[in-house]
């Protein structure tokens, strides 16, 4: 249950509507999903927060567009973030990720989940090889 009620009728403030807009056309799209609505209670949290999104994961940069979703998927799986687990891995299938390549992502998440909790546990010293500044 959220802890915030979504606006029964966002659009009516045109600050939130300029953001809906703006996602339709960015993702070309009509829908406008839960996230979004429900930061339509505070538009300029939802303006801050869709500039960050648009800008980090709408436009064109070193990254690929799916290589972007894995890293959020990842990152959301360690955040225990179910809303941006499921809406990432949805994106991402968008963007072309099949089951063999989520599949060897669960299984990376696992690995790295497990070998941090042995790193840290152990206390293990970082490497001079691997300290940026060392070198």
């Not at 927060?49 to 990254?63: F, Q, R, Y």
């Not at 968008?94 to 669960?106: D, P, V």
């Not at 690995?111 to 500044?133: S, Y």
């Amino acid at each position: 249950m959220s802890t915030v009620a979504a606006p029964a009728a966002p659009e009516t403030d045109p600050r939130v509507k300029a953001v809906f807009d703006d996602i339709r056309a960015t993702r070309r799209t009509d829908f406008i999903n839960n996230l979004w609505r429900h930061l339509a209670f505070d538009p300029p949290l939802l303006e801050r927060t869709w500039a960050e999104v648009k800008a980090l994961m709408a436009t064109p940069s070193t990254l690929d567009p799916l290589t972007k979703e894995l890293v959020y998927i990842a990152v959301s799986i360690v955040n225990g973030c179910s809303y941006c687990v499921h809406s990432h891995t949805a994106a991402a299938r968008a963007k072309g990720m099949t089951n063999e390549q989520h599949a060897e992502l669960m299984a990376i998440v696992a690995l790295a989940a497990r070998t941090n909790q042995i790193a840290t546990a152990l206390q293990v010293p970082v490497d001079a090889a691997f300290d940026a500044a060392a070198g």
